[in-house]
């Protein structure tokens, strides 16, 4: 028999019952952000465009891609010609002196210059896969600290929601206790357990408080508002995509990035190779003479020099070992990149796969849970359970709820993976805008 039951009292009873039957559990608001009466709350999908089309991340994609705009221009610029000017004079006799005006051009005979201009063209491409990476990385980071801050404002809600129904007890049995009908155990085991779900409820109010900042950050607005979000909606179980091909999770910004480099090293090692035919340096100008056999008279001519280097040492063996060795690092790095994708995206859709039975038998036990609680203060109240069983019936609907959400967020992060393995976000607008591929 519990201790409350010694008080003998009907009336004790009674009043337990009026009271304790109709407590429910309280709405709890979303934490409130300090701008959301200031401006519109930001939600994922128009978050993630806004960190791809501003921001820190936007800027250095649009730096890589000028890099890779310089580099084409760099390569298509032709070498400057030399001015020449040569006055030679004797000191002794007879008095003579020569004077030689002219150009002299490099002629690049191997074709180095056109090849050149490939690789340029190759590493243009690479620095813009590069941007598209750089892009797609901060949208799924932006999306991943989404999920975090909406599964820890979830928590809160449910934490807080617990922790007025724990107040709302321990307010009734404050009430029996003074009135002489209530037991003095019960009120403080009771106090006791508001006093350490509070300090729960702080430590989720300080995870959703860190959430919420990195997400802003992301945004760089430090009054940016959150959007309500359902972690449900936000792991998409029916929105993942058919397995991607070998050929799609290639084409993955990062891979894409590493092929062209690749590309680009092989060009230029052919271009190296080409330095068995050397460049020729021509001169063509204007010669005058004067003095020596010709007196005071000036003899007036045509200058012509041609100057071969002889490639007999090197011939752009160095050059072009570096740049396979180059080629061969870009092509290893993108095949380990699509092995580790492939890996990656399968480990995530088994994850998906399992997990959405689990939110299935999660969601019936909340339910279950929501009805056990109310059959907990009922039978409390008829003095048919001690207050330890009703806190321990609290505290399993509590744990129900806090799971569902656990199993919400493991979700939607596993989604969030899947998309990161094979290079898109299944949402073609925003892969046209943060550089993913569109499934």
Do not use: K
Not at 379 to 394: G, N, P, R, T, V
């Amino acid at each position: 028999m519990p201790f409350c039951a010694s008080l003998g009292s009907a009336r004790r009873n009674t009043t337990m019952r009026s009271t304790l039957v109709l407590l429910a559990p309280a709405l709890v608001l979303m934490l409130a952000t300090r701008s959301a009466s200031a401006q519109p709350l930001v939600d994922e999908r128009a978050g993630t465009l806004r960190v791809c089309a501003r921001g820190p991340a936007a800027a250095l994609a649009s730096a890589e891609r000028r890099r890779g705009d310089a580099a084409v221009d760099a390569a298509s610029v032709l070498g400057n010609p030399e001015l020449v000017f040569e006055h030679e004079r004797a000191v002794t006799q007879p008095a003579e002196s020569q004077t030689l005006v002219g150009l002299e051009v490099t002629l690049g005979l191997g074709g180095a210059w056109f090849l050149l201009q490939d690789a340029a063209a190759a590493r243009r491409e690479a620095a813009f896969a590069q941007a598209d990476a750089t892009l797609f990385d901060e949208a799924l980071a932006f999306r991943r600290a989404f999920v975090v801050a909406a599964a820890s404002r979830a928590r809160l809600a449910v934490a807080a929601a617990q922790q007025r129904s724990h107040e709302d007890v321990a307010t009734s049995l404050a009430r029996l206790e003074t009135g002489g009908e209530g037991s003095g155990y019960d009120l403080a085991r009771q106090n006791a357990e508001v006093r350490r779900h509070r300090a729960r409820v702080g430590a989720l109010e300080a995870r959703l408080a860190a959430a919420v900042a990195l997400v802003r950050g992301h945004l760089e607005d430090e009054q940016a508002g959150l959007a309500p979000a359902d972690l449900d909606d936000l792991a998409g179980a029916h929105a993942i995509g058919a397995p991607a091909a070998d050929a799609r999770r290639g084409t993955a910004p990062r891979v894409r990035s590493l092929e062209a480099e690749a590309r680009a090293a092989a060009i230029e090692g052919e271009a190296a190779e080409r330095r068995w035919a050397p460049d020729v340096r021509l001169l063509v100008g204007y010669r005058a003479l004067t003095g020596g056999a010709y007196g005071d008279d000036m003899g007036h001519g045509i200058a012509l020099r041609v100057a071969l280097p002889i490639t007999f040492f090197d011939h752009g063996q160095g050059e072009t070992a570096e740049a396979e060795a180059r080629r061969e690092g870009a092509l290893a790095a993108a095949s380990y990149l699509r092995r580790a994708a492939t890996t990656e995206a399968e480990a995530a859709r088994a994850e998906l796969s399992r997990l959405q039975p689990s939110a299935a038998d999660l969601g019936a036990a909340a339910d279950g849970a929501t009805s056990l609680e109310a059959d907990a203060r009922r039978l409390y109240a008829a003095d048919e359970l001690s207050i330890a069983e009703l806190i321990d019936a609290f505290r399993t609907g509590e744990e129900v709820r806090l799971e569902r959400i656990d199993v919400a967020e493991a979700r939607a992060l596993a989604r969030l993976a899947l998309m990161r393995a094979e290079g898109t976000q299944f949402d073609a607008a925003l892969d046209r805008a943060c550089g993913g591929v569109s499934p």
